[in-house]
C-alpha cells in the first residue's frame, strides 16, 4: 500500500484550523492586497522545504531579489534551501494566452516537485471572466494538475479592497481547502484576520480568527479558546484556612474575583495570597498586570515580605522559583490581540495560577463601563480546561460590572469601606461562592489571610 504523503503549514494555529492536508491537496490563498497571502503561501512552502519537500514557487508579480530579501526578514531563508535542490523560484510571463501560462508551468512540473505555489491565478482568470469554454477549460487544467503532482498546490487570488466574495467560478469546488485573508481597523489597531471558507475533511470550528506577521517569527495564528462544552474543575488547591472559612474550597480552574474600592495600588494582599497558593500547591503563578510595572509590582511584593522579617536573598529566591510578573498595556492592543498576547504568555509560562491585575483598565481600553462577556468568558473557560485557576484583581469603578463579573466567578472577595463624617472607620468583605448566599466579614478578615499567606512564604523561604 502507497504511503500517504502529509504536509504541514507551519504556521503555529493554522494547522489546527486546516486539520490534516494529505496528498493530493489545493489550497486556495485568497485576500486583499497587502493582507499576507504571499508571506502565508510562502511559509507553507519554506517550512515543508526544511522538512526534505521539493517546493517551486511561480510568480507573475514578485522581483526574486527583493521578494527573498523581505522574506529574510521574517526568518525565511530560502538560498539555504535553493542550494539544496529544495527550492526554486520562477517569474512567469504576462501573457493574455492562458495556454501558454499553462505550457510554462507544465515544464516545470516535470522536474518533480511536492509543492507548487502559483502566485497569483486570478491573472489567468480576469482575463477570461465571461468566456465560459477558457474558464472551463483552466478549471479542468488544475483539477489534472494536482493529479499529476501528487502533492501540494497553493493558488493565490486578489480580491479588491472591501470585497470578501471570492467570484473565482468553479475553481472553489476543485479546491480542497479556502483560506481568505483581510484586514481591518480594530480599536484603532490594524487587525488582520483568517477566515477558513473551506477545509474537506477537518471539521471547523472556528471560521474566522487574528493572526500576526512579525520580524523575525512571522506568521502566527491566533486560535481563540472556545469550547462546545463547559469544562469540569479539577481537584481541590489549598489557600488557607481564612479562604476555605469564609468562601469555601478552591478548585483548579476557579475564577477568584477580588474587587476593590477605587484606591492606587489596591490588591497587593490578593498577589500575597496567589504566591502562598502557588507554594503550597508546588505550582507557578504568574501575574499579568495592567496598570503597574512589572518591576514595580515585584518591589512591592518584596518589601511587604522583608518588613515580615524575610531576607532580601530569600524573598529573591521564593519568587524566582514560584512567580512570574508581566505588564502589558492594555491601551496598545485591541482587545482580541490582548488575549491572544495573554494566551501566548501563558502558553510559554504554563503556570497553575494566573493573576490578572488591574482588570478594570482592560474593560476602560475596550469600552468604558462595558465588561466584554463573551471574551472574558471564553478565555476563562478555556484556562478552566486547562487546570489554571484565575484569580482576576480589580477597582470596583462601576457597580453594574462589578456585579456581572461576580456572576461569572466562583467566588468573589468584594471589599467596602466604611466612611463615616468624611472618616475611614474600616470595612466590609462580601465573600460571594456560586450555589450559596453571601456572606459579610469584618476588614480584619483580610489581616488574618495576609498572616497565614505570609506565614507560609516565611517556611518556604528557610527551606529554600
Known amino acids: 500500500?502507497?504511503?500517504?504523503?502529509?504536509?504541514?503549514?507551519?504556521?503555529?494555529?493554522?494547522?489546527?484550523?486546516?486539520?490534516?492536508?494529505?496528498?493530493?491537496?489545493?489550497?486556495?490563498?485568497?485576500?486583499?492586497?497587502?493582507a499576507g497571502k504571499t508571506t502565508v503561501a510562502t511559509t507553507i512552502c519554506y517550512a515543508n522545504a526544511l522538512r526534505g519537500r521539493k517546493c517551486l514557487y511561480m510568480s507573475f508579480y514578485e522581483d526574486r531579489e527583493k521578494y527573498y530579501r523581505f522574506m529574510k526578514r521574517l526568518g525565511i531563508d530560502f538560498e539555504a534551501?535553493?542550494?539544496?535542490g529544495l527550492y526554486k523560484f520562477v517569474r512567469l510571463p504576462h501573457v493574455m494566452d492562458v495556454k501558454v501560462v499553462a505550457d510554462e508551468i507544465s515544464k516545470a512540473?516535470?522536474?518533480?516537485?511536492?509543492?507548487?505555489?502559483l502566485d497569483s491565478v486570478s491573472i489567468l482568470l480576469e482575463p477570461i471572466r465571461g468566456e465560459a469554454e477558457k474558464r472551463a477549460w483552466l478549471l479542468n487544467y488544475f483539477y489534472q494538475l494536482q493529479r499529476v503532482v501528487n502533492g501540494l498546490i497553493i493558488l493565490i487570488a486578489e480580491l479588491p479592497f472591501g470585497e470578501e466574495k471570492l467570484g473565482l467560478g468553479s475553481i472553489e469546488?476543485?479546491?480542497?481547502g479556502i483560506v481568505l485573508l483581510k484586514h481591518r481597523v480594530e480599536e484603532g489597531f490594524l487587525t488582520r484576520l483568517i477566515e477558513i471558507r473551506k477545509a474537506r475533511g477537518a471539521p471547523i470550528h472556528v471560521a474566522e480568527t487574528y493572526f500576526t506577521i512579525s520580524e523575525g517569527s512571522g506568521v502566527t495564528v491566533f486560535t481563540p479558546p472556545v469550547l462546545a462544552e463547559l469544562p469540569h474543575e479539577n481537584g481541590e488547591v489549598k489557600l488557607c484556612e481564612c479562604v476555605e472559612k469564609s468562601a469555601g474550597h478552591i478548585h483548579r480552574g476557579f475564577m477568584i474575583n477580588f474587587l476593590y474600592p477605587?484606591?492606587?495600588?489596591?490588591?497587593?494582599?490578593?498577589?500575597?495570597?496567589?504566591?502562598?497558593?502557588?507554594?503550597?500547591?508546588?505550582?507557578?503563578?504568574?501575574?499579568?498586570?495592567?496598570?503597574?510595572?512589572?518591576a514595580a509590582i515585584r518591589e512591592i511584593i518584596k518589601s511587604i515580605l522583608i518588613e515580615r522579617k524575610l531576607s532580601s536573598e530569600k524573598v529573591e529566591k521564593v519568587l524566582e522559583k514560584y512567580m512570574k510578573i508581566t505588564a502589558l498595556n492594555p491601551y496598545a492592543h485591541s482587545l482580541t490581540q490582548l488575549i491572544a498576547r495573554e494566551l501566548t504568555i501563558i502558553e510559554q509560562?504554563?503556570?497553575?495560577?494566573?493573576?490578572?491585575?488591574?482588570?478594570?483598565?482592560?474593560?476602560?481600553?475596550?469600552?468604558?463601563?462595558l465588561l466584554p462577556v463573551k471574551e472574558l468568558f471564553n478565555e476563562v473557560m478555556y484556562l478552566k480546561s486547562k487546570g489554571v485557576t484565575v484569580v482576576r484583581v480589580s477597582s470596583c469603578l462601576d457597580r453594574h460590572v462589578c456585579d456581572a463579573e461576580t456572576t461569572l466567578s466562583d467566588v468573589t472577595w468584594r471589599f467596602e469601606r466604611i466612611v463615616e463624617e468624611g472618616s475611614n472607620v474600616g470595612g466590609r468583605v462580601y465573600v460571594y461562592r456560586r450555589f450559596r448566599?453571601?456572606?459579610v466579614f469584618p476588614y480584619s478578615v483580610i489581616d488574618e489571610c495576609m498572616r497565614e499567606w505570609l506565614e507560609v512564604i516565611r517556611e518556604c523561604s528557610e527551606k529554600l
Not at 512540473?109 to 507548487?116: A, F, L, Q, T
Not at 497587593?268 to 510595572?293: C, D, Q, T, W
Request: hydrophobic residues 50%; glycine residues 12%; without cysteine.
Open 262 to 294: 477605587p484606591e492606587p495600588g489596591a490588591g497587593i494582599e490578593a498577589l500575597i495570597g496567589a504566591l502562598a497558593m502557588a507554594i503550597r500547591n508546588n505550582m507557578k503563578a504568574l501575574v499579568i498586570s495592567y496598570s503597574h510595572p512589572a
Open 81 to 84: 534551501v535553493e542550494a539544496k
Open 109 to 117: 512540473v516535470e522536474e518533480g516537485w511536492d509543492i507548487i505555489v
Open 349 to 369: 509560562e504554563k503556570p497553575g495560577i494566573v493573576v490578572f491585575y488591574g482588570t478594570h483598565t482592560v474593560r476602560y481600553a475596550a469600552s468604558p463601563y
Open 437 to 439: 448566599g453571601f456572606r
Open 1 to 34: 500500500m502507497k504511503s500517504v504523503v502529509r504536509f504541514i503549514t507551519g504556521i503555529p494555529g493554522l494547522d489546527v484550523l486546516l486539520g490534516e492536508i494529505a496528498a493530493p491537496y489545493t489550497l486556495l490563498i485568497a485576500g486583499h492586497p497587502g
Open 173 to 176: 469546488f476543485v479546491v480542497d
